[in-house]
């Protein structure tokens, strides 16, 4: 069983940057992602890298503004975030999934999930 743990989210004001990261307890999976729920909306995926290339996806909202990364040697994922925005305030999940089949940024597609870190952005 694959074991995943956030770390990193926090406070910061607009404009502001913020870095989390996820351990795993082993890549022997195909993709990584970063999703993330804010209160009364549906889990969305923020960015995915794939473990074998390492192509990565984002989604339109965070483009130009996050980056996804994998270290291998240390088995952890990172998200750097800058130019945050009050729009990005949710709690962040880092997920895992066996296999490439269907699109990297749909939580239904992917096996495994961290327990999430907060966000939070002040205007």
């Known amino acids: 069983q694959l074991v995943l743990v956030e770390s990193g989210g926090g406070s910061v004001q607009a404009g502001g940057s913020l870095s989390l990261s996820c351990a795993a307890s082993?890549?022997?999976?195909?993709?990584m992602g970063w999703f993330r729920q804010a209160p009364g909306k549906e889990r969305e995926g923020v960015a995915a890298?794939?473990?074998?290339?390492?192509?990565?996806y984002y989604a339109d909202s965070v483009k130009g503004r996050f980056t996804i990364s994998l270290d291998n040697a240390k088995n952890t994922l990172a998200l750097q975030m800058n130019s945050l925005r009050p729009e990005d305030t949710a709690m962040y999940y880092c997920?895992?999934?066996?296999?490439?089949?269907?699109?990297?940024?749909?939580?239904?597609?992917?096996?495994?999930w961290g327990q999430g870190t907060q966000v939070t952005v002040s205007s």
């Open positions: 997920a895992a999934a066996r296999n490439a089949i269907g699109g990297p940024l749909l939580r239904t597609n992917y096996n495994y």
């Open positions: 890298i794939y473990t074998g290339g390492g192509s990565t």
């Open positions: 082993s890549y022997a999976v195909t993709r």
